[in-house]
């Protein structure tokens, strides 16, 4: 966390290593980091290589870059991503996505697990990320703007692209994959919710919580590059059903719908210029 904040020195090192520049960039959540293994033709770079690069330390996170092909598309894959809960500031979980933009990445596919808490969600659910909720108090964009990423106040209306969303619900209908939409609330961890913060979630008009994924899309959004979200709902959110919530039940829903993931994952970027 104490590395120099340099994009460009952490981009260039990733240019001169991988044989292709991406256009598209996935960032894998826990227990997902599998898809990163069907990439093909790979560069794979640890985290801990690049100038700049934090280190994730969170279960699930293999923290490497993975560069290659998936899907006849030139992608790089983050293995891994860098939490509030694990102590990293928001420049931190800022910095990789300033790298990809660097890099010329013009679409991130993030991705993550999340608890449900819409009561018509079951675990193994996907759900299309529409919009999300901020309930952490904190926001990439704070302090000083750097008017060549973007503007000083966003606008956040548009930041889950509707087309790719629109993929992604065709991918899933037409491959009959039990697939939901819905707003994300972002909350900080490490602990899980308790029932009485997750029935103010719901009433708040949330339908799946998680300790991830808005800051990158925020990050991202601010400097122009397209953001998907999709969630593996891995549980059901705190008090809904009459047990507690465990890291190991989320681990076990998202290995069991690894090929799932896979497929709508795959299915969106086999049709990522549709209707551009
Ligand atoms: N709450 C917060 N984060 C999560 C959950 C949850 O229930 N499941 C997976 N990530």
Known sequence: MEKTRNVKAAAD??????????SIA???????????????DTVCIPYGDIPGFPVSTAPGH??????????????????????????????DIAFPVRVMRDLGVETLILTNAAGG???SFKPGDLMVITDHINMTGQNPLRGA????????????????DKRLNGILRKVAEERSIDCRS????????????????????????ADAVGMSTVPEAITAHHCGIRVAGVSCISNMAAGVLDQPVTEEEVFEITQRVKGSFSALIRGLLERIDEGR
Do not use: C
């Open 13 to 22: 090192y990733v240019r001169a290593r991988a044989k292709r520049v991406p």
């Open 26 to 40: 996935l960032m894998l959540g826990s227990g997902l980091g599998g898809l990163a293994k069907e990439v093909q």
């Open 145 to 160: 703007n750097d008017e060549s990423l973007g503007p000083r106040f966003p606008d956040m209306g548009g930041l889950y």
């Open 117 to 119: 808490v819409n009561t």
């Open 62 to 91: 293999a923290g490497v870059l993975t560069a290659g092909r998936l899907q006849d598309r030139d992608v790089i894959v983050m293995g891994g991503r860098f939490h509030h809960y694990e102590g990293y500031g928001m420049e």
């Open 182 to 205: 819905g707003v994300y609330a972002w909350m900080t961890g490490p602990s899980f919710e308790t029932p009485a913060e997750i029935r103010m979630l719901r009433v708040l008009g």
